[in-house]
């Protein structure tokens, strides 16, 4: 099939930006998967980085950048975001504390909304705040169900394990308690798009104080039917 629009810059572009899709790429990998010459690949990952619709994680390799998220949200073609607050608002008021919704961006994961607990102790995660992908329960659902190599990878320097990670597929939900941060512990289910694959995590979080050392048992079912009610709606979005 012949995706040419005539226009061979931005035919080369919109290649570049495919062949991210997949995930991070170094130089290399981008002129191995676009199969353009590495000094046009190179000229073009470094012109769309400019205009922030490619970006770098922290090994320097290529990302899609968060122009793409900005357009998309622009556009009112972000139902999972548009759906998210309702549905946080829900969990947050059933379980009395903060949730949040978390894509993965490269070697990060941010946090792209949320709903806070009005009083009291809290962990207050804002919209926008870029997390670790080497702690917390987000970090574990959003690894999880990766592609082998990429499983592996993301293993390197994390604070939990592969066994860690089995349990979470096995469980469908993650949970962690002073992981990421002392006296904070929190839990996450996986957000689906219609071809399964794992696109956001959503969670709660709180100090284990109220939420304990098994937070899982007293949370997990509210966080998991809050993920699986997003993920109904991309579903519907795709058969609509």
């Known amino acids: 099939m012949d995706n040419s629009s005539g226009v061979g810059v931005l035919d080369k572009a919109a290649t570049v930006l495919g062949a991210l899709e997949a995930g991070p790429a170094t130089l290399a990998q981008l002129v191995s ?50 759906a998210a607050g309702p549905v946080l608002t829900a969990l947050r008021d059933h379980t009395n504390e903060s949730a949040q919704l978390f894509r993965r961006q490269g070697d990060q994961r941010i946090c792209v909304a949320a709903a806070e607990r009005p009083m009291g102790l809290r962990d207050s995660i804002p919209v926008g705040a870029t997390l670790t992908m080497l702690a917390g329960s987000a970090a574990q659902v959003l ?19 592969a066994t860690v990670l089995s349990g979470v597929r096995r469980r469908g939900w993650a949970q962690s308690v002073a992981e990421r941060e002392p006296g904070v512990a929190s839990i996450s289910a996986p957000v689906r798009g219609p071809s399964g694959r794992v696109l956001a995590a959503v969670s709660i979080s709180g100090p284990i104080e109220r939420m304990g050392r098994q937070p899982g048992r007293l949370h997990a079912p509210a966080v998991v039917a809050a993920a699986n009610r997003l993920t109904e709606v991309l579903k519907r979005t795709e058969e609509g």
Do not use: C, K, Y
Not at 44 to 49: F, M
Not at 144 to 156: M, S, Y
């Open 33 to 82: 998967a676009t199969h353009l010459a590495r000094p046009t690949a190179h000229r073009l990952a470094v012109a769309l980085e400019h205009h922030r619709l490619v970006a770098r994680d922290m090994q320097g390799r290529f990302i899609l950048g968060p122009r793409l998220a900005e357009l998309a949200s622009a556009a009112g073609e972000d139902r999972l975001l548009a």
């Open 143 to 161: 690894l999880a169900w990766e592609e082998p190599d990429r499983l592996h990878r993301g293993l390197h320097g994390a604070n939990f394990t």
